[in-house]
Each structure stands twice: as C-alpha cells, then as structure tokens.
C-alpha cells in the first residue's frame, strides 16, 4: 500500500526536520543542573528494559519520521553510550532514506578508541562532548560522581583521532559555580579543531533548582571572551541553527552561544524529541508528552502512525522559551536525563 504523506509544518510555519532520539534515561554522571544526586539516587526507579524502545522500533520511528520530513537525527539520553551495541542501532538509522545526518551526545565516559571507531563505521557523523570545567576539582562537584576532566580530554581526542572533526564540546555556565572555568575552557581549545559551544543554564525539567540570577548570560560569556581574545559573529549553517557562531578573529577556531534563556529561538526550532519508552515531545521544556510506543506496539500501521504524527505536530504552538515568564512556574516539566538535550 502506497502510504499519503504530506510534511507538516505547525501553527507558527516551522517544519519538522529534526529528531532526538534519548536511548536511555540512565547516565553514570550526577551533574547538579542534570540528575543531582540527592534525587536520583540509589533507590530511584529507572525504566524497565521491556518499557524502552527496541532498537527496531527507533529504527522505524525513524523511517516513519524521515517521511514526514525529518534529515538529522541526534542520539541521547541520559548517556547513550550505556545502551548496549549502540552501533547496530546507529546503522540501522543510515540506512534509512533522507537521513543524511546522524550525531550523538556523550559525557565521554566510556568512549574508547574502539567504540569511536566503530561509532563512525556505523554511520555517526558527528560528536558532542559535555565538559563543563576545565580545573579538575570544579568538574568533580558539577558532575558529582568523581570523574576527572583528563578522561574527558582523552575522550576528545579519540573522537578526533576516529575522524569526527570538528569536535563539539558543550559547556553548561552557572553562576557562581562555574563562571570562572570561560576562559581557561577557551586557551585549551583554541587553535585545536574543537568548536567550543557555552550554553546559558536553562529550566529543562524541574528538579535542577534553576533561577534566573543563576544565568551567566550570552552577552557577559561574549563581552569576557572578547576582552581578551577577540571574537567575530559568523553566519549560520543552516537557517535554525541552535547556536550563534563566534570566531576568534586570530584564526584561533571557532566557538558557540546557546542563549535559549536570554535570546529565544523558539521561531526557527524544528526539532522533536523521543524518549527512551517512545514518548514523543514536541518541546524541550514540555511538561506532557504522546505515547508512540503505544501505537507502535498496537501493530498499528504506518498510515495510521503518520497521520498522529502529522496531526501531533501540524498542532504544535510550543514556544516555551519566548513566553517563559508568563508559564507557571509551579509547573513540573519532563527532566532533561528522561528527555534528552
């Protein structure tokens, strides 16, 4: 049967071009702006095996998605290197058509140079990194688990070594926690093929005990890079592109802001999210998502999945970013380990 497909775009014009997909609600990480410790403890009920989609179930989610519109697809979780032979699920999301793109989210705890390499033989494209200090103490109290930054740089260069250049690497700024690690983070990557990207700390979830004079902005991360290695804006990539471009004007690399805090880009976002037990979220900051694997495990046909995804998404309004100040601040939103970045 041949299947109608029409892409959809939502009620503000923004088409579906991107899904992350989480593989997992676990992580051997317990960052303070994350999964702290003190809530996701030993006793914290994680999800069962037999609750998570199956590799073959992602993989035609992805199929399905793919015919709506989708090109890129980036792996997350929790920390998606825990997922057992990732690899396998990897190629078969290459195989898939119209998928041209295929990136992945680490910690980089457990990235070896073999599992690099066979990430990159499966079909990943490219490697972010999350490293938040470069002074090894600050990076054990944010990560809350011990773990020394020198595993993480060795995890950089073996992304570089297995051909994902440029590298990525994600640095979440909070105020009083982290601020003063800017500039020692930008010395050790200039000039050294990774794209440097500070992200504002954002309110993903409910139990990170964000408030707004937590948030070292775009603008102060800008102005302190600047004073001392001056610094250009460069055009986006591609039209939505989640961070703004900066390069330093030496030649010394190429580094990025994410300000989902202070300068919104809730019009270009046309991304969605599916979780590790295959609810769907059409927002970072949702607080309610639609269950797919129900319908998936219905043996409902692709028709019949397609037309929920296109209604789900031809209703999209989401601009949780651009109204933050007028939602209630009461109100519980899906953690960022369950949903993924």
């Known amino acids: 049967m041949k299947l109608l ?34 809530l996701f403890g030993p006793d914290h009920a994680f999800l069962e095996r037999a609750q998570i989609l199956s590799f073959e179930e992602i993989a035609r989610a992805v199929h399905l998605f793919a015919s709506l519109g989708v090109s890129k697809i980036r792996i997350t979780g929790g920390e998606p290197l825990i997922r057992k032979d990732l690899e396998k699920l990897i190629n078969m999301i290459s195989q898939v058509d119209n998928i041209n793109d295929i990136s992945l989210t680490t910690n980089g705890a457990l990235l070896t140079q ?18 938040d200090a470069l002074d090894d103490e600050c990076f054990k109290q944010i990560n809350d688990v011990k773990f020394p930054v020198s595993r993480v740089l060795d995890a950089i260069d073996i992304a570089k070594q297995a051909g994902l250049s440029p590298v990525k690497v994600n640095m979440v700024v909070i105020k009083d926690v982290n601020v003063d690690q800017i500039l020692p983070m930008v010395e050790y990557f200039r000039h050294k093929d990774v794209i440097l990207r500070f992200i504002e700390f954002m309110d993903v979830g409910s139990t990170n005990q964000w408030q707004y004079d937590k948030v070292f902005n775009a603008k102060s991360i800008i102005e302190l890079i600047n004073n001392h290695y001056p610094i250009e804006p460069v055009t986006a990539n591609y039209q ?12 010394g690399g190429e580094i990025g802001i994410i300000a989902s805090v202070s300068q919104p880009f809730c019009g270009s976002c046309h991304r969605a999210r599916l979780s590790a037990e295959g609810k769907l979220y059409t927002c ?20 019949v999945i397609l037309d929920k995804l296109h209604a789900i998404w031809s209703k999209r309004e989401d601009r949780y970013s651009q109204l933050r100040g007028e939602h209630d601040a009461a109100k519980e939103k899906i953690e960022m380990s369950y949903i993924g970045g």
Request: with cysteine; charged share 30%.
């Open 5 to 38: 497909i029409d892409k959809p775009t939502d009620t503000l014009q923004r088409p579906l071009r991107d899904l992350r997909i989480s593989v997992t609600d676990r992580c051997n990480f317990r960052c303070i702006y994350c999964m702290p410790k003190h």
């Open 114 to 131: 073999q599992k690099a390499d066979s990430l990159v033989a499966a079909g990943v494209n490219r490697l972010t990194l999350s490293l």
């Open 240 to 251: 939505g592109e989640v961070a703004k471009r900066w390069r330093y004007k030496d030649g």
């Open 284 to 303: 970072l900051f949702a607080n309610t998502g639609y269950d797919l694997r129900e319908l998936i495990r219905s043996r409902a046909n692709d028709q």
